[in-house]
């Protein structure tokens, strides 16, 4: 792999005495791991290593082929980069604040707003770390790739969480969030391991090109933060302009103070470069994981807990119109059964297939349908979307299909076969037959 060779000057620059270690770290493979979802349990990782600042968080000898793994689908576990996991510790910390705020000895439920959430990896880090009930909005300017955090966090479970497809801008006002994350797009440095595209889209000009951009959702999500409520900031890049000048910039331009969240020493991870800012710089050479950069700030104020129902009320819609863009025939049939007029609804309905959100979501009543467990190799089968043959035991009709008493959709079952409810832009296309890979 060759790095850029202005972006060799720049570290060099950055790190001085550590460079030569941060450039060989560089060259080395990057480690895989995982993280598990603590409300789907099941997931197991022998002779797994811990991440030291995720409690759920693993790191593994080899990377299996997660594709054909069906607790993948069936949101037991993440694959995420370890350094991406201190998500979950900072929202641990935070909600530990805000409970000592209010004297109690636990945190109510929040709302959170992830700013910049797709795939879907550090929404569910974080959803796994609020108090139950919190609601979530997780928002992705890119429509593609809202489908794709849909999806994630529809697999993940988690009841109180909804997607939209806009603009940052959409979100400044209201003083709605206990918590506003902004993952921010960034040059991409800390993912040249992993994405030769980082390498190949490397420029001077791009890091300008993103700390403006930057600047523009921050601005946005600031004004989205409840009085005491927390902004967290983060990008997967190493130079400063688009770090330590953006934390000065949320703290002498948009008026959040600091806050130092206090990792412990022992788990190494630096701090920020030329700055009195309590931010943290996940680096190669100093942590196993890719790079990242976290500072977290808190709005002035007094901050007290709050009805949820404001925050629901005020981006339902969001999201609704988002579910429009991505499933346009979903959204026909629902406002056919809306407006479905006194004759219609009297007829005999056909039995009605539940949405593979309401399968896979924790809230879901699994007394409703039969279930049928599957091996692993009808599970591979059925997340192709291919027919499977059930039990003989097995009721016609509608049945839950799971894996190791995981839900991962749904069939028909007509006896001799079952057809399969899986969603087609979901089904897997690898075939069976690829090896692990060694990691570290």
Same mark, same amino acid.
């Given at each position: ?29 990057? =480690? +895989?791991?995982?993280?598990?979802? %603590?409300?789907?349990? *099941?997931? #197991? &990782? ?7 600042? @995720? ?107 909804? =997607? +939209?497809?806009?603009?940052?801008? %959409?979100?400044?006002? *209201?003083? #709605? &969030? ?7 797009? @960034? ?254």
């Amino acid at each position: 792999m060759d790095l850029p060779s202005g972006f060799i000057t720049q570290m060099r620059g950055l790190l001085h005495e550590d460079a030569d270690d941060f450039l060989a770290a560089m060259m080395r493979e990057p =480690v +895989t791991s995982v993280r598990l979802n %603590r409300r789907k349990p *099941g997931a #197991a &990782f022998p002779e797994a290593e811990p991440v030291r600042w @995720c409690r759920c968080g693993f790191y593994l000898h080899q990377r299996p082929v997660f594709t054909l793994d069906p607790l993948l689908h069936a949101g037991a576990y993440y694959v995420q980069d370890a350094s991406s996991m201190i998500y979950h510790e900072t929202i641990c910390r935070i909600a530990d604040i805000l409970s000592h705020d209010i004297d109690s000895d636990t945190t109510p439920p929040l709302a959170l707003l992830d700013v910049c959430a797709a795939p879907g990896g550090k929404t569910t880090a974080m959803i796994d770390a609020l108090p139950d009930g919190s609601r979530v909005v997780a928002n992705e300017y890119v429509a593609k790739r809202a489908a794709i955090l849909r999806e994630n966090l529809a697999k993940w479970g988690y009841p109180d969480a909804i =997607v +939209t497809n806009c603009d940052s801008s %959409r979100f400044a006002g *209201g003083d #709605a &969030f206990d918590i506003v994350a902004v993952d921010a797009p @960034c040059s991409g440095e800390g993912m040249m391991r992993k994405e030769k595209a980082a390498i190949e889209q490397w420029s001077p000009q791009l890091i300008e090109e993103c700390s403006s951009l930057q600047k523009e959702i921050l601005e946005n999500a600031v004004k989205a933060v409840a009085p005491g409520g927390f902004l967290i900031y983060s990008t997967c890049t190493f130079n400063r302009r688009e770090n330590e000048e953006n934390a000065e910039f949320i703290r002498s331009q948009l008026g959040m103070i600091p806050v130092d969240m206090g990792f412990p020493e022992e788990w190494g991870i630096p701090r920020g470069i030329d700055t009195d800012i309590p931010a943290y710089r996940f680096m190669p050479h100093k942590t196993e994981g890719e790079g990242l950069f976290l500072s977290v700030f808190r709005k002035p104020g007094e901050w007290e807990p709050k009805s949820l129902r404001s925050v629901s009320s005020s981006h339902d819609k969001g999201a609704e119109v988002a579910d429009r863009k991505q499933n346009p025939k979903r959204a026909i049939q629902r406002d056919k059964g809306r407006h479905a007029n006194d004759r219609e609804k009297k007829r005999k309905e056909p039995e009605t297939v539940p949405e593979i959100q309401e399968i896979l979501s924790l809230n879901f009543d699994r007394s409703r349908y039969p279930e049928a467990d599957l091996t692993k190799e009808d599970a591979i089968a059925y997340l192709r979307r291919e027919s499977i043959t059930l039990p003989p035991d097995v009721p016609k009709g509608l049945v839950t299909v799971t894996y190791r008493g995981l839900p991962l959709g749904m069939v028909k079952n007509i006896g001799n076969r079952a057809n399969n409810l899986y969603p087609k832009n979901w089904r897997i296309l690898m075939q069976a037959g690829a090896a692990p890979q060694p990691t570290k």
